[in-house]
């Protein structure tokens, strides 16, 4: 999950959880809401998390030729 998948996740579960008012037979569209929210939440701070590991392990190697033979 990115981030803009985690964002997605949350503006539907705040819509949900405050925005609408109505209950359907079997579902509460409130805690609908409220769960969506809280996975969006989570799938965000595990994005941002591994990520962060994941640019500290860069590891870049430049060849370099030091000859001076001439005009290349």
């Known amino acids: ?6 964002i997605f996740l949350v503006a ?3 819509i949900l959880s405050l925005g609408v008012r109505d209950r359907l037979s079997d579902f509460d569209l409130s805690m609908i809401g409220w769960i969506l929210t809280g996975v969006g939440a989570l799938g ?3 994005t941002m998390i591994v990520s962060s590991m994941r640019s500290g ?3 870049e190697i430049v060849d370099r030729d030091d000859r001076l033979d001439g005009p290349i």
């Open 57 to 59: 392990r860069r590891t």
């Open 12 to 14: 539907v579960g705040l």
């Open 44 to 46: 965000i701070i595990l």
């Open 1 to 6: 999950m990115g981030i803009g998948l985690g």
